[in-house]
């Protein structure tokens, strides 16, 4: 029996871009360093700026994963990471963990694009076929031109070229965008000639932070039990981290890493399909320079030190509790991590969740998928976050609660073996629905006990943290999340507590495969279903009992949804009080923007541009304030706009700087209970747009540009757009296409606009998801695919 699943699901199939294009500046295989060129050095950032915006990911077409020269090396594949219908595990590409020569990756299917043969390499000639493209500049392209993520992906070998590019002729680097300028095009051709020469890459690192890595090593490697079991939870939750260090140069970043040989030598890393799995023998902890272009999607920073280390200490090692033997290595340990790290009390790690609660979120988004994340379609396309407080949380205050919840809080991972349909069942039914019950008794009995959950139960960051309250995007293929409560009121919000927190985190982040089989990614989007269930459900608790299920009910409309929740959700908690005297008849927003009033010094209660009262609005002279009447809902015309739009607006004569801001589509759903069928499931009526001052997403779909004297006709033509048309004409007037003649002068401005924002948190956007505006825009039908579970 066929199923249609949207592609969210299995984090993206194909890619947008093409073939494949060059390599960035970054680390080389050690064997096949090459000499430094002054071709290589002048061309370093050109390759950056227009080569790694393409390929930089999992997605990168052919896997030609060009954000170091290790991916130059690798060369390209004909095999996909991102396939919905594979029934067994693919084999594992990741670039400098699963092989480290040349040789090594020919045995696994890569190929060169850089060798020429008898003809120029691949590399020269994709180039020279894009110099003849002739497309119409500023003109949407060629109907036969598909730039979707879904696209075909064709990865031509040598021999294989002239047959592409006769099929496709327009075929060329760099794919379906505006020529390059003369001098970068000329720039790339002599390297490409040239062999394509990698720089000298810098190895010796100063004095004073090999000193501070060999502190950092020295304590995850301690000898004691105590020690060892904190080392590896620490190891399995920044595994991905670009690890920084306090106090270095902002650009300056590691990776830590489980290695055969300790500190002092050469790393040797061990290659794990997952963080938990078994390492296969002795290992150390080590930290190893990440080098190559930092990726904006990819970029998830953790800083770490000495006051770091001290407060590890503090967390865990200065509380008093006892380990008598270190747990085994395995999916089924990995699958249930409130049971591994049991010793270690419940109030560190959640402590250590709480200490770098934008961290962790992020890794849920950005984690091991670029193609944004398998739980994107499960979500809303905004909410705000808050979390427990770690004294109202019973998994921290009482011993009992986290002891008898353990056994019905494993993940999908956990149960690899064993039928289909009693793995189904394992964490749709004995797992998450008996755990909503055995938590709503639990706190329902503590209600009556102490008194309903308040204010004084939602965490305050401790008077320090901005990560207490946070804003997460949804925009279809992709997430992001910021610091604060960002926009109008949201339809839903979550509060997490401890055994959700961990529990997301290892769903999505240490126990997520990238390349796993079909399964794996169903299972894993299903049970992030009820883990948001999880979360929406401890927001209710703090409202009225009367409202809760009401609310409910309108996040959940729709044909079969009702039948869904009874399979997917226990019975709600409609009677238990509230210990908060509401003083008005709207407490879902009293709640939400009262959570802002407890740290004033931390987050600013209005939203100058979409969420303000008076004295809290931007003025109406400044570019802020006149682009406020766009957020206005509902907002009819917002359904016509890209999911993430960048306006650039122009100072021109007037005086001040550039300003840049982001325009998010907000789309509204019946509800986010299904994996499929998506487009029946939108009320694109209830679409809202929120503005932001400067960037925080990955993916640009699209820019605009406009004047600070014309910023009032945007905000007019937008506004009145009804139709397609309409929003055509907005393009032709403001937007900057794909084939705009100054696209690549533009995109620079844009991509200096983030970097100035914040140069430890920078990183290169990503232009794969870049629209091309027309008549038509199926784009969202064609992110639905078919696989079989026969």
Known sequence: MRSKLEIDMIAGL??????????????????????????????EDVLNKRCVVCHGCYDAPC?????????WLRGASKQKVYESSRLDDAPMTRLGIDAKTVPE??????????????????????????????????AALPDDIDVSPLRENVCAMAPEVDDYLEEHPDGGMPFAMAPLPEDEYRQLLSWAQAGAPAPQQKTDLPADVTKQLGSIESFLNADDLRSKLVARYVYEHLFLAHIHLEDDEPRRFFRLIRSRTPSGEPPDEIPT????????????????????????????????????????????????????????YSGQTGGNPLSTFRAIPPRSRYQFLLDDALYFVRSFIRGPVCYGQVAVNVIEDRFWVSFLDPDSDLS???????????????????RADGKLKERLRSFLLDGPVKYQDFRKRHYARKTARDGGPDYGDIWDGDGRSLDARLTVYRNFSSASVVQGFVGTLPETAWVIDFPLFERIYYNLVAGFDVFGNVEHQLTTRLYMDSLRREGERIFLSFLPPDIRMPMHESWYQGPLVSLVDQWKESQLDISSATGI????????????????????RLWPVTDPINRCGAGGCAAGDTSAGILRPLTVEPAPFAKLMPDIAVLIVEAGSQEGDDEVFTLVHDKAHSNVAFIFNEDLRREPEKDALTIVRGQFSSYPNFIF??????????????????????????????????????FWSVFDQVQASLDAQSALQAGLLDLHRYRDPKPQDPIERLFEFTFSLD
């Open 705 to 742: 540009r406009t004047s600070r004297a014309d910023l009032p006709d945007f905000v007019r033509a937008v506004g009145a757009m009804e139709s397609r048309r309409d929003y055509l004409e907005v393009v032709e007037r403001f937007g900057i296409r794909r084939t705009h003649p100054q």
């Open 63 to 71: 896997q030609l994963k060009l954000s170091s020269p290790d991916g």
């Open 105 to 138: 990756w020919r045995k696994k299917g890569f190929f060169s694009v850089t060798e020429p043969g008898e003809e120029p390499s691949v590399l020269e000639r994709l180039l020279k076929a894009g110099r003849e493209n002739d497309f119409k500049l500023g």
């Open 273 to 328: 399909r997952r963080p938990f799995d078994d390492p296969g023998g002795p290992f150390h902890y080590r930290l190893v320079p990440l080098n190559g272009t930092i990726l904006f999607k990819e970029h998830m920073v953790y800083e770490i030190g000495p006051k770091r280390l001290q407060r590890y200490r503090d967390l865990f090692l200065g509380t008093d509790w006892t380990l008598e033997a270190l747990p085994a």
């Open 396 to 414: 921290v205050t009482d011993p009992a609660y986290l002891e008898n919840a353990i056994p019905i809080l494993e993940l999908p991972v956990a």
């Open 581 to 600: 005297a509401y003083k008005t008849s709207f407490p879902r927003r009293e709640f939400l923007t009262h959570l802002l009033t407890m740290e004033p």
């Open 14 to 43: 194909l890619c947008m871009l093409g073939v494949f294009v060059l390599w960035p500046a970054g680390a080389v295989l050690a064997e096949d360093r090459q000499q430094e060129s002054a071709a290589a050095t002048s061309v």
